[in-house]
Nanobody, 116 residues
Framework: QVQPVESGGGLVQPGGSLRLACVLSGTMPTSLNTMNWFRQAPGKEREWVATVTTEGTTAVADSVKGRFTISRITADNTVFLQMSSLKPEDTAVYYC?????????WGQGTQVTVSS
């Protein structure tokens, strides 16, 4: 089955930038519909961050609008989340999820820590 794999997390100072990547590995799906980013901060529920469809339609959460941008899905089934003007409250594990062949598949997550 398909497996999203995230990368690009790390420690960054407030105001800094990071670019996360999510690449699909394993058996490629017949039909890929959407790729999404979620995040989960310590002690909080997982929250939606951004979505891109295979047609290129994008959406981002109000909490990150103007600071985060989700890319189109590339030909090799990769999506990027460009994060800028990062704040301490952006600290979380960031997860990639794809919807393919009628199912949702989650990655293992990548840690983003925003701290001085």
């Amino acid at each position: 089955q398909v497996q999203p794999v995230e990368s690009g997390g790390g420690l960054v100072q407030p105001g800094g930038s990071l670019r996360l990547a999510c690449v699909l590995s394993g058996t490629m799906p017949t039909s890929l519909n959407t790729m999404n980013w979620f995040r989960q901060a310590p002690g909080k529920e997982r929250e939606w961050v951004a979505t891109v469809t295979t047609e290129g339609t994008t959406a981002v959460a109000d909490s990150v609008k103007g600071r985060f941008t989700i890319s189109r899905i590339t030909a090799d089934n990769t999506v990027f989340l460009q994060m800028s003007s990062l704040k301490p409250e952006d600290t979380a594990v960031y997860y990639c999820r794809c919807r393919a062949d009628g199912y949702y598949y989650w990655g293992q997550g990548t840690q983003v820590t925003v701290s001085s």
